[in-house]
């Protein structure tokens, strides 16, 4: 472990090699944020505002292919802040039901200002745990990472490899508990402060329908085996320790189907 950890912050003392790295993740988080749109698109065209949806999806494309060539951190810090924000732009087109109660007009946090706000926030703290974990259990350091700057207290290797696990892991799965009305408006309370907390009864529905998301199965792009959903931030994890160690040539991001 403290020789991976010593390769770890080698690679973080040098731009170049983070770069590398930084980049894969964020090429992910894209592929996987053009995915969620895709699938909007081909179920829901006929519900959706389309024209919309496709306009952002062709801006995601270019990125993509901006990142693949880009070559420093700024510019690529700069991509990843632009593709969030226009995948945000189009999320509440993804919103099909209890729209009086659900909707997502800009991405805030700490806190939260809407539900839908505090169903991600919630959803990627989750995801944030089960990452930082998976880190520290193959050995990394999750509190120094490669895109996201070194900050006390901030699991930036986390930070960094939850960006291509949020679409699939905690977009979808904060869509569909509103699309099919697992979540309700009174699961949420709305403090003095503006912002919206969810109540512990819509807690309890979340974390039920995260810990059993966990657990369905699907087939590691990069491996080619089965595995539940619950182990994609263990095995991106060891992949991530595997190119430290030089036993792969590149970091492969997780991809979802």
Partial sequence: NVLLRRAQYRIADNDEQSLDIARSCIIGKIVNCKTVLGRSIRDHGEVIDLKKVRIVDGLLTDSLEKAMSCNSADSLRGIEGNCAKWYFDVFDELILRQKDSFFLYERNRRPPLDNMNSILSFLYSLLAHDTES??????????????????????????????????????????????????????????????????????????????????????????????????????????LARFIRKDIDGYPPFFMN
């Fill in 134 to 239: 998976a880190l520290e259990t193959v050995g990394l350091d999750p509190y120094v990472g490669f895109f996201h700057t070194d900050r006390p207290g901030r699991p930036s290797l986390a930070l960094d490899l939850m960006e291509e696990l949020r679409p699939f892991m905690a977009d979808r799965l904060a869509l569909n508990l509103v699309n099919l009305q697992q979540v309700r408006g009174s699961d949420f309370l709305k403090k003095e402060n503006g912002g919206v907390f969810i109540t512990d009864e819509g807690r309890k529905t979340i974390l039920g329908a995260w810990q059993k998301r966990k657990t369905e199965k699907i087939t590691h792009p990069y491996l080619k085996e089965k595995i539940p959903v619950g182990l994609i931030p263990y095995v991106q994890a060891l992949l």
